[in-house]
């Protein structure tokens, strides 16, 4: 054979309890992104939505270009919910120890964390000058820091914006696993509110951190159930800054085409945000049979050849359409059936596998459903399957297209095309695919010219087919034709 190379579960309880635990700031900004799920989706190639940033206040202190034994002080309004956190960049230990720290509340009077002062004050400094103070009202807050034994101090303050990401989605049967990648830029927790109404049971949610570790699970052992209890709670699942993965799938022992789930999610950090980013996803459209379950790789070749189809063609003269190997290889025929060439066959062998996938290419074959396929073993005697067989037959056919294939041992086989009864012979021009596994790296094509009359007599002699009988046969339809 010659082949020529041709040039893609309590979740309601705390879905609410982590509304309540997020407030928005007044200038609140939205950015509304629309994007496609890729299929086949992983953490590799999954969609990035964003940065997630906890709102948060952070107060500078250094000994940069001030003057000696001045008490500075800085100013800066601050949110319910806001994490404050105090830098301290001193050029030496003994002037930033030496130095006192001290935050006031909004009322200009309670002294909220103070590393000289009570033991709450100097817990709350602890917790200011460590992983972050949240503070408990909003307001204008007040940090003064005053050296004592004659060494300087510069004091200012920035606040970080805290964000929220946003997903809209669906997960069909072609889409079952859908990935979302985000950074956790700044803060010390992560909160998710995740709803897909009364489908949620069917839903599972999975949480991974950078290294691929499943941190928190829906589904998973007593350990991630309960960091995804913490995940959806209004306190929000402890975690560090870095990047991360959201996996959205069915539930277990839910059939991914028994339904389409449309579903959405929040992730916040912290307890204030002022910018969110809504990522609204088009999901791949559900696809079940055996085509929607095959994706090339990246690097696929395709290859062709030609070859032709023969009048009153047989299992034993069937064209050759090369070797079937999962995930590895695919098969493609191309051809036509005419009121003279009727039946086509073809023969193929599945080198390794277990299962066969076929499928036609509505966009190509004329009218699928005026066509009869039907499967045999290599010696043409045993049907395994038939789309107008018996029962049991089509129950067979109708496996063989569908996503999950008909189970079959590595073995030739031989599929053959004909009109469907009733219909009145006509030109069909198809074709179809058959694969075995979810992928392919090569693809090859067989494009089968069907056989006339005339050309059968221009060769002299064709297998399975008489000149002499062809003519006779050709004139008695052209006398006829004639009449």
Known sequence: MTWGILPAQGFAMTYSLVNASVGSTASLATFNIKTSAVKNETSANAINIGNLTEQSDTVSVSNAGALANTAVSTTFSGQTGDLATL??????????????????????????????????????????????????????????????????????????????????????????????????????????????????????????????????????NAYQQANYVALTSGTGLTASPGNYSVEVSYANGVNPDSQSIPYSFQLYSGSTYSVVYNNSVTAQPTDTTAAGSVTATSQALAYSRSAFNTISETAATAVNAGWLQENKSALQVESQLTSADSADYFSFTLQSGNNLKFGFDS???????????????????????????????QAAYKELTTTNGLTAKAGTYVAKI???????????????????????????KTIASAQ????????????????????????????NSVL
């Open 87 to 220: 830098s301290q960049n001193f050029n030496n230990v003994v002037d930033q120890a030496s130095t006192r720290y001290q935050l006031y509340a909004p009322d200009g009077t309670t002294i909220i964390a103070d590393n000289q002062g009570t033991t709450a004050q100097q817990l709350a400094y602890t917790e200011w000058v460590g992983s972050g103070l949240t503070l408990s009202s909003s307001g204008t807050y007040t940090a003064i820091a005053t050296p004592d034994d004659g060494s300087a101090a510069a004091i200012s303050s920035s606040q970080t914006q805290g964000t929220a990401l946003g997903v809209t989605s669906t997960l069909t049967g072609s889409d079952a696993n859908e990935y979302y990648n985000f950074a956790l830029t700044a803060g010390n927790n992560i909160k998710l509110n995740f709803d897909a109404g009364s489908a949620t049971p069917s839903t599972r949610v999975q949480l991974y951190n950078a290294n691929g570790q499943l941190v928190a699970d829906s589904e998973g």
């Open 363 to 393: 966009t190509t074959t004329t009218d699928p459903s005026a066509l009869r396929v039907q499967i045999y073993d290599s010696t043409g005697s045993e049907l395994i399957a038939d789309s107008q067989g018996t029962a049991a037959q």
């Open 452 to 479: 006339t009359y005339g050309n059968a007599l221009l060769s002299g002699s064709v297998s399975g087919y008489s000149a002499a009988q062809g003519a006779a046969a050709y004139l008695a339809s052209i006398s």
């Open 418 to 444: 004909s009109y469907a009864p009733g219909v009145t012979p006509s030109t069909q021009t198809y074709l179809f695919n058959i694969y075995s596994g979810t992928s392919y790296a090569a693809l090859y």
